[in-house]
């Protein structure tokens, strides 16, 4: 019998939309519904703190990770790199760590520009950073939500919603690697059990097995595949078998090996 899927593993982006301020445009609605993007897909880069709040006291110097430097010329890269910097934001607000808002700031803004999409971006980048140094944590973390939102509205209004899928994607990986590093220096059953997202794994397989053909030929494609995979495999136990340390430590090794792939435009 499989681990029931938590119910905070399940927080969809239309949580992230209904807590932005700035409304969405009303055809926004219809062109989810034209492109299947909605309140059941593309979950939440906000379930990352969620999964960090819970499992506090942070190892912060042993999970974060200097911004990614290079800008992917590829646009599917791109939405992965973007997913995993808002989920760098939320490490740093759950830590608050107010030195390292600025940087993830200026990077998504670089990424967003990548992607086209800096207009729906820039002011949600301005005023994290601005929040951050008044250290108004709460708010610096709405603006995480509405940046993610509004990087889905752009790809939305460019009738891209494979790099709506992305973004969440990418921001699921990076949180994977936190929160799978953090169980591993303090490790529990309890807190290893976590990582158990059965349901939320298969949609993410799922999303990958329909990307562009030639992007799912590149050696980022095969490797986020089979890592994928592998780590579905390993939290994939009966209720009463415990992931063991071993377990979440291979989990983490996989997570930050297709970070770093990510990160690094390797092809």
């Keep these: 019998m499989e681990i029931p899927v938590r119910p905070c593993a399940m927080l969809w982006l239309g949580l992230a939309l209904t807590a932005a301020a700035a409304p969405v445009q009303e055809d926004i609605q219809h062109v989810r519904e034209e492109l299947g993007v909605n309140d059941f897909t593309a979950p939440s880069i906000e379930l990352v703190f969620e999964e960090l709040t819970a499992l506090r006291p942070?190892?912060?110097?042993?999970?974060?990770?200097?911004?990614?430097?290079?800008?992917p010329q590829n646009r599917a890269r791109l939405a992965l790199a973007a997913g995993g910097v808002i989920a760098d934001g939320f490490l740093a607000v759950t830590a608050q760590r107010q030195s390292r808002i600025e940087p993830v700031g200026r990077t998504l803004l670089r990424l967003a520009k990548g992607l086209g999409v800096a207009e729906h971006v820039t002011k949600h980048s301005r005023s994290i950073m601005e929040k951050a140094v008044k250290e108004q944590w709460s708010d610096v973390k709405k603006e995480l939500v509405r940046a993610q939102a509004e990087v889905e509205t752009g790809m939305l209004h460019l009738k891209d919603e494979e790099l709506a899928h992305l973004v969440a994607l990418g921001g699921w990986l990076r949180g994977l690697e936190m929160t799978s590093g953090t169980v591993l220096e303090s490790y529990s059953p309890e807190k290893a059990r976590r990582l158990v997202q059965p349901e939320l794994m298969d949609y993410f397989i799922e999303r990958v097995a329909t990307l562009n053909p030639n992007f799912r030929k590149t050696k980022l494609v095969e490797k986020l595949e089979a890592n994928l995979k592998e780590v579905r495999a390993i939290t994939t136990k009966p209720a009463e078998t415990p992931i063991d340390i071993a377990s979440v430590k291979r989990v983490r090794d996989l997570a930050r090996e297709i970070n770093r792939l990510i990160a690094s435009g390797d092809e």
Excluded: L
Excluded at 58 to 71: A, E, H, L, N, Q
């Design 58 to 71: 942070i190892p912060f110097d042993k999970v974060w990770r200097d911004m990614p430097d290079t800008t």
